[in-house]
């Protein structure tokens, strides 16, 4: 079955640097887009980045431009999300999604807990 | 970057009610609108695709309807499990969005 599992979240001082990472299983990992899903806590849901199947192509939330990286490594099966200049609107729970034929997301990983504070 | 919008924000409901939500783009979409449902705590549960196509396996008391910038969710008969919030997504532009939710509770 499929399953996306994120790890590298955790407290980050305003300004530093953070790298999260996804990886799945069940399925052909190197046939999908690949995306990151951003809530904030008591928040709604916030599209943050996706990178296409094989890479070739990466788009950003406005909100994350400049600032985020999204890349992936398909021997691995692991798609990363590299973030830095962190601010405290950056605290979240992260979610890897599978990116499906509609570009919507099907699949969802359990999410990881990003906190910028000092 | 398409914006989305839904109303309402939150509304209340009884078990067996029949429960509409809206959710508009800022631009014509065509039919590229998936919904969510979530539950605390939990990720996203993807309920329709592509504007009315049911995820396999959700009941069919959801159904979506709308294309172009108004789209519809519509719970036919609201369940126990059905009380959650509700998120229309974007899948026309390659910076997709999400609507800012609508929360159904008793």
């Known amino acids: 079955q499929v399953q996306l599992v994120e790890s590298g979240g955790g407290v980050v001082q305003p300004g530093r640097s953070l790298r999260l990472s996804c990886v799945a299983s069940?399925?052909?990992?190197?046939?999908?887009?690949m995306h990151w899903v951003r809530q904030a806590p008591g928040k709604g849901l916030e599209w943050v980045a996706v990178i296409w199947y094989d890479g070739s192509k990466e788009y950003f939330a406005d909100s994350v431009k400049g600032r985020f990286t999204i890349s992936r490594d398909n021997s691995k099966n692991t798609v990363y999300l590299q973030m830095s200049g962190l601010r405290a609107d950056d605290t979240a729970v992260y979610y890897c999604?599978?990116?499906?034929?509609?570009?919507?997301?099907?699949?969802w990983g359990q999410g990881t807990l990003v906190t910028v504070s000092s | 970057d398409i914006q989305m919008t839904q109303s309402p924000s939150s509304l209340s409901a009884s078990v067996g009610d029949r429960v509409t939500i809206t959710c508009r783009a800022s631009q014509s979409i065509s039919s590229y609108l998936n919904w969510y449902q979530q539950k605390p705590g939990k990720a996203p549960k993807l309920l329709i695709y592509?504007?009315?196509t049911l995820q396999s396996g959700v009941p069919s008391r959801f159904s979506g309807s709308g294309s172009g910038t108004d789209f519809t969710l519509t719970i036919s008969s609201l369940q126990p499990e059905d009380f959650a919030t509700y998120y229309c997504?974007?899948?026309?532009?390659?910076?997709?969005?999400f609507g800012p939710g609508t929360k159904v509770d008793i």
């Open positions: 997504q974007q899948s026309y532009s390659t910076v997709f969005t």
């Open positions: 592509a504007a009315s």
């Open positions: 999604a599978r990116g499906e034929g509609s570009s919507s997301f099907e699949h």
């Open positions: 069940g399925f052909t990992f190197s046939s999908y887009g």
